[in-house]
């Protein structure tokens, strides 16, 4: 490639870099429905493979090791430095649930029903075409690893802070989760592909046909719930355990680091270079030893902004905040401009159309059993989500990103020889999801219920009834430490007793030990974040007070808390909105 055409093609994605910022942020300005900024950058990607492939005569290739370990790893970084720990927290029973047993529940399902529109489609003279179980396997597992940013783009924090961490940390996970059993079931089909393979030497051709008369053999007494679906789950399992305590060590690593070398808090750049040193560290040691890098820099992430970030100085503490988060921005925005240009990198003849929209639909049904099973597996022991919210998270995972296509696009042929297939229909599922059902999102959360109006007033309401932020932390406070009788003596009960037991040993050993040693939130800190979060909270309904007024002073919408009191709008506008400092000039 020629120094001129490498100029042109990097300013045409620069441009297209910011003309995707441009229009998103006038469809957040007017609150366009039907497409989202996800939605634009795939839009933007396919413009600029029409002027790769067409204006420059250039093939448009894919390149996996790129999206793997320059794209996906600052996008996971940045979501879990940046996460909300408090709403992670709370929320963590459903989020583990829905995004763990969830998923491993909608890739069974999802499998079995794949291979039933195989054989519905691949009939007759097109049975060559049907792929295996295992192909059908990997297919479910990809199409398992949803995206969030079209749900995110209407579930804002600030409006829907429970709904937003759940959705949010259920993608985190079931990306993660999705990667990790992919790279587990191919190495399980490798061995059994060696397996097969003939003791003794004979020709290319002959020696190829055994194995993959030995593969199909072996495909077709496959089971997930056999001693070899077993083997892969504990293989999962392993994984899974060992790829986040990778990412917690270097997360404690850096922490260590930054408390006891106090003379990095006068170098807010070296500070800040140290963190993503160590975080990419993880990712790489992590995949080297055949783990989940993406599982290893989301914990250590999270472990950073438990412990470095406040050993830092205040200036490196927010700046550092800032700068993850806009690299995981700028990354997420490639993303998805890199697989509309990917489009181009398709054999369409490999694709299927009406095996696609029919694995669409059985992702579908998948996702509600799965996300159904996992629900009442967890509602019955913590706080229970409404209808709405349900259906919201559940479409939410119908969407599917790039994380899905560039796993369809690693695999390699001695794992299934029909990969353009599988990547097809891959990409296929990927942008109809993107393009349309992101586009529905705001449509089908209105048609559920998900009223952002009701929602303020129910947190105005809130706030006329308990008070402060700081009065309601300590209200929760008292609530966990509650003593073991008021917990019951039924099954409930006893889960509840074993779950604030565990807390609270896991706290105190944080406190007397961890931070000794790794640093961490003092009383002072906490404190500060939260009157942090009460200025913003009380900001959020200012505003909204205020565009709202004249709607409540013709009309009187009367709300009901779920308690049985009813609260009138007309009486929220002598709510106090004031921010601290405004009492003294008021």
């Known amino acids: 490639m020629s120094d001129e055409k490498l100029s042109i093609e990097m300013m045409l994605c620069i441009v297209i870099l910011i003309v995707y910022i441009v229009l998103a942020e006038i469809i957040e300005i007017k609150r366009v429905d039907f497409i989202h900024e996800s939605g634009v950058a795939v839009f933007l990607g396919i413009l600029v493979g029409l002027v790769i492939k067409y204006g420059l005569n250039q093939t448009v290739a894919f390149s996996e090791s790129s999206l793997f370990y320059f794209i996906i790893p600052p ?7 940046t996460l909300k720990k408090q709403n992670f927290i709370e929320n963590f029973s459903y989020i583990l649930m829905f995004g763990l047993v969830g998923t491993l529940l909608c890739m069974m399902f999802l499998s079995y029903l794949i291979v039933g529109a195989s054989h519905i489609i691949f009939t007759g003279e097109s049975s060559s075409m049907r792929p295996d179980q295992y192909d059908c396997m990997l297919l479910a597992i990809m199409l398992c690893a949803s995206d969030s940013v079209a749900a995110l783009t209407i579930i804002k924090k600030k409006d829907y802070p429970k709904l937003n961490s759940i959705v949010f940390g259920e993608s985190i996970l079931n990306d993660a989760v999705s990667i990790l059993l992919v790279r587990t079931v191919e190495g399980y089909i490798l061995a059994t592909n060696e397996s097969a393979a003939p003791s003794t030497p004979g020709t290319d051709d002959t020696a190829n ?45 850096a922490s260590f680091i930054s408390k006891n070398v106090p003379t990095l808090r006068v170098h807010p750049a070296r500070e800040m270079f140290l963190i993503l040193l160590f975080a990419y560290l993880g990712y790489v040691v992590s995949e080297m030893i055949e783990l989940s890098g993406i599982m290893a820099i989301f914990s250590c992430g999270m472990t950073m902004s438990y412990y470095t970030i406040y050993s830092m100085s205040q200036k490196s503490r927010k700046g550092s905040q800032l700068a993850v988060e806009t690299i995981g921005h700028a990354a997420e925005a490639i993303l998805f401009v890199y697989m509309g240009v990917s489009l181009f990198s398709i054999k369409v003849h490999q694709m299927s159309i009406g095996f696609s929209f029919l694995v669409l639909f059985a992702a579908f049904i998948a996702r509600a059993i799965s996300m159904v099973i996992s629900y009442l597996m967890v509602c019955w022991c913590t706080e229970q989500i409404k209808l709405n919210q349900f259906a919201v998270i559940w479409f939410s995972g119908l969407v599917k990103g790039a994380i899905a296509f560039g796993l369809s696009a690693q695999i390699s042929p001695e794992v299934s020889e029909n990969r353009d297939f599988i ?17 529905l999102m705001s449509v089908f959360a209105r048609a559920v219920g998900l009223d952002k109006e009701k929602e303020m007033l129910r947190r105005i309401y809130a706030s006329f009834e308990k008070g402060s932020k700081k009065e309601q932390a300590e209200a929760i406070a008292d609530e966990t430490g509650q003593s073991d009788e008021e917990f019951g003596d039924d099954i409930r009960g006893k889960i509840l007793r074993m779950k604030s037991r565990a807390i609270n040993f896991i706290v105190t ?35 909204f007070a205020e565009r709202h007024r004249s709607d409540f002073m013709t009309a009187d919408h009367d709300l009901n808390d779920n308690k049985g009191k009813i609260f009138s709008t007309r009486r929220f506008l002598k709510f106090p909105f004031k921010l601290k400092g405004e009492e003294n000039s008021a």
């Open 209 to 253: 046909d055994d194995v993959l008369k030995g593969r199909m053999l072996k495909s077709e007494n496959f089971s997930l719930l056999s001693s070899d679906g077993i083997s892969i789950l504990a293989s999962f399992c392993f994984m899974t355990l060992f790829s986040v305590l990778l990412g917690v060590l270097f997360g404690l690593l």
């Open 75 to 81: 996008i996971i970084f940045s979501a879990g430095y």
């Open 423 to 439: 990547m097809g229909t891959t990409l296929s599922i990927v942008l109809v999801s993107t393009i349309v059902l992101g586009g």
């Open 509 to 543: 050993f944080d406190r007397l030990v961890l931070q000794k040693y790794f640093g961490g939130a003092t009383p002072e800190d906490e404190e500060r974040e939260r009157e942090e979060e009460e200025v913003e909270e009380h900001e959020a309904l200012r505003i």
